[in-house]
């Protein structure tokens, strides 16, 4: 199996709530990233884990935060959104510590935040 | 520090010509090289991957792309390409030690007509 998952597919909120994304992987894979893509741009790295301990956080705001509550498993909840964070929000796994291990992406999450 | 060079943001081709889509990196240490394909509305698919050995790699779909060390290049090439390769290509490096974070190019729309 080297599908991995994320919902919902689509989420809309406004800017006072409270929501969670999902991801999942059964690769038996040890390094989870989520990443934030806008439209006609690439993906950009917003955190990483490594062994369920967060290994890198890019300077992303508060207001988005990651938990990993356990190797297979990846949340990225958010609260008090702005409307410029709306975008795609990607999803992804590999073998993680060192080494040449490509990255499995989900579908992702299609956010728009009115 | 790496960077990644598509200089390309859109090729248009005919259907059954062939196309090549560069791609030029910079880095201070040896990297890994990979080629990412984005159909619309969906997640990134590892097309292929440079780690070590021949120069030349053959992918998924048919696509192939070829490690120039002197030129820092990594283009990709396909032969003759058909209307359902109509995409977005993305080029990538990352270390060949420590985390596996992955530096993306702008990415390249590959727009295929008939």
């Known amino acids: 199996d080297t599908e991995v998952t994320q919902t919902p597919k689509h989420l809309v909120m406004g800017m006072t709530n409270k929501k969670s994304l999902k991801c999942e992987q059964h690769m038996g894979h040890r390094a989870m990233y989520w990443y934030k893509q806008k439209a006609k741009k690439p993906p950009e790295l917003m955190f990483v884990?490594?062994?369920?301990?967060?290994?890198i956080n890019e300077s992303v705001p508060s207001r988005f935060s990651p938990e990993c509550p356990n190797s297979s498993l990846l949340n990225l909840h958010l609260h008090a959104l702005q409307p410029e964070d709306s975008a795609l929000y990607l999803c992804?796994?590999?073998?993680?510590?060192?080494?040449?291990?490509?990255?499995?992406f989900g579908p992702g999450t299609r956010l728009t935040v009115t | 520090a790496q960077s990644v060079t598509q200089l390309d943001s859109q090729v248009p081709v005919f259907e059954e010509a062939p196309v090549e889509l560069r791609c030029n990196y910079s880095?201070?240490?040896?990297?890994?090289l990979f080629w990412y394909v984005q159909y619309p509305n969906q997640g990134l698919q590892l097309l292929l991957k440079?780690?070590?050995?021949?120069?030349l790699v053959k992918g998924i779909n048919g696509f192939e792309a070829e490690f120039n060390k002197s030129q820092t290049s990594f283009h990709l090439r396909k032969p003759s390409v058909h209307i359902s390769d109509t995409a977005e290509y993305f080029c990538?490096?990352?270390?060949?030690?420590?985390?596996?974070?992955?530096?993306f190019g702008k990415g390249t729309m590959l727009l295929v007509s008939p």
């Open positions: 880095s201070s240490v040896s990297v890994y």
């Open positions: 440079y780690l070590s050995g021949s120069t």
């Open positions: 992804a796994s590999s073998q993680g510590g060192a080494g040449p291990y490509e990255q499995y």
């Open positions: 884990y490594s062994y369920e301990k967060l290994s």
């Open positions: 990538a490096v990352t270390p060949n030690s420590g985390y596996s974070t992955l530096t």
